[in-house]
């Protein structure tokens, strides 16, 4: 014969089973007998049926002498309790029973897949900006905390199950919250910098904050699982004298904190000004500098090529000197000497030939010189760039600032002889820089 006979011997049989809508904790008892009333509310006959929704968990608790012995089942369940499902009972229950006797155990159903609500509220409790301790500002918090069981062992180690309330644990729960949330919010301004008068505008950040905190002691202290925190109200009591004093003081401060940082970028404007003022100056001079040396070494260039004609000439008229004397050159007696004046005429023609090509390139080079242009002027632009005098630059700059995104038809641009700054796309100057962009590439295929 079985632990548990088919047979319905013991009086009627059991439907061990939770019908509450709305539970966290719920202890099963056989005919509605009250909490405690009799030993027989722990009695299971043989042959009882248990039936555990989806989402539900039934705890068997079974009370020895050396302690409590638990079996868990998870639902769907929906059949007669054999041994053979329940492990703890199997080892309990001797052959002594006869199969005949119920069996003590309380059972219970945890709820595993609703979730609880508490609203919470914390009333007015100070707060100070770590920057300004002389001032306490009223700051309260509300909102709704959103928990579950899921560590369902965890749970029932660390709350009784028997005459559970949910209201007495929502009450619990609700002030380690209101304590927590208060801890948190209190130093909020020290640990993560937010001031006090910026809390209200916070409440997101401050909201992940406390969640974090939250979560794992809710977990060790009650053993639920802290599904959301939604902090609804971060408020400031705007009539209190700390409030007024705190917002005064740092209003006071910022006014401050703006002035000193405009005095300080109107003179770091008016320096860099002045910086490119001399910048302009100096380029100026130096581009002066290199026309007059240019010019200075086309002229020493021409001088060279007229003294070294005067030279060549002076060359040539000592030649035609010697030429001339050497038609009397040869006897003693002074006579005409006919080898001497063909070498001279010789000497003469080839003397002829090399005025001719000096004349020739002295011409060519006046003419090269006369013809060669000066160099062309260097053009040079100031750019206006976020409200700053920048510059100057010249052509390759300013084509390399429009590549790079810096200059564009609506960037303000000065140069020596404009009386007013322009935009770069009414400089028809500048038309050529705009129109080499090449157009954004095609789309990957």
């Not at 020895?64 to 199997?90: E, M, R």
């Not at 301004?189 to 209200?200: A, F, H, R, T």
Request: aromatic content about 8%; some cysteine.
């Amino acid at each position: 014969m079985g632990l548990f006979s088919s047979k319905k011997e013991g009086g009627l049989m059991d439907v061990i089973r939770c019908d509450e809508q709305e539970y966290l904790v719920w202890k099963w008892r056989p005919n509605g007998q009250a909490a405690n009333s009799t030993n027989k509310e722990n009695s299971i006959r043989y042959g009882s049926s248990l039936r555990v929704k989806d989402g539900e968990l039934a705890v068997f608790v079974y009370k020895q002498k050396d302690g409590s012995l638990q079996d868990f089942i998870i639902g769907p369940y929906d059949q007669t309790i054999k041994t053979a499902n329940f492990p703890v009972l199997s080892s309990i229950v001797g052959a002594a029973f006869g199969g005949a006797s119920p069996f003590q155990a309380e059972v219970y159903f945890i709820n595993l897949s609703g979730n609880v609500q508490i609203k919470f509220g914390v009333p007015y409790f100070d707060v100070f900006d770590p920057r300004f301790l002389d001032f306490a500002v009223p700051m309260s918090v509300r909102g709704t905390i959103t928990f579950n069981i899921t560590d369902y062992k965890g749970f029932i180690k660390l709350n009784r199950l028997i005459n559970f309330e949910l209201e007495d644990f929502k009450k619990q729960i609700k002030d380690a919250v209101i304590k927590y949330v208060k801890a948190v919010v209190t130093n909020v301004p020290q640990d993560n910098g937010i001031p006090v008068l910026q809390m209200e505008r916070k409440i997101l950040e401050i909201n992940d904050i406390v969640a974090q905190y939250l979560k794992p002691r809710l977990e060790t202290d009650f053993g639920v699982n802290m599904k959301g925190l939604d902090i609804s109200t971060i408020e400031a009591d705007k009539e209190s004298e700390g409030y007024a004093e705190l917002r005064s003081v740092t209003a006071r401060q910022t006014a401050n904190t703006i002035e000193a940082q405009t005095i300080v970028n109107v003179k770091n404007m008016a320096d860099m000004q002045s910086i490119n003022a001399k910048n302009m100056d100096e380029t100026l001079k130096i581009q002066r500098e290199e026309a007059q040396r240019a010019q200075r070494l086309q002229t020493e260039t021409n001088f060279m090529g007229a003294h070294a004609l005067d030279q060549q000439t002076e060359v040539l008229k000592t030649g035609a000197a010697s030429l001339g004397q050497m038609g009397n050159a040869g006897g003693s007696g002074g006579g005409f000497n006919a080898a001497g004046v063909m070498t001279g005429m010789m000497m003469g023609g080839a003397m002829g030939q090399q005025m001719a090509g000096m004349m020739n390139n002295m011409g060519q080079n006046m003419n090269q010189a006369m013809n060669t242009p000066p160099p062309p002027p260097q053009i040079q632009y100031n750019v206006s760039i976020n409200g700053q005098n920048s510059g100057p630059y010249n052509m390759q700059q300013l084509g390399q600032m429009v590549q790079s995104g810096q200059l564009t038809v609506n960037t303000y641009v000065w140069k020596q002889g404009m009386q007013n700054w322009k935009l770069a796309g009414n400089v028809a100057e500048l038309s050529s820089l705009f129109g080499a962009v090449p157009p954004p590439p095609p789309p990957a295929m």
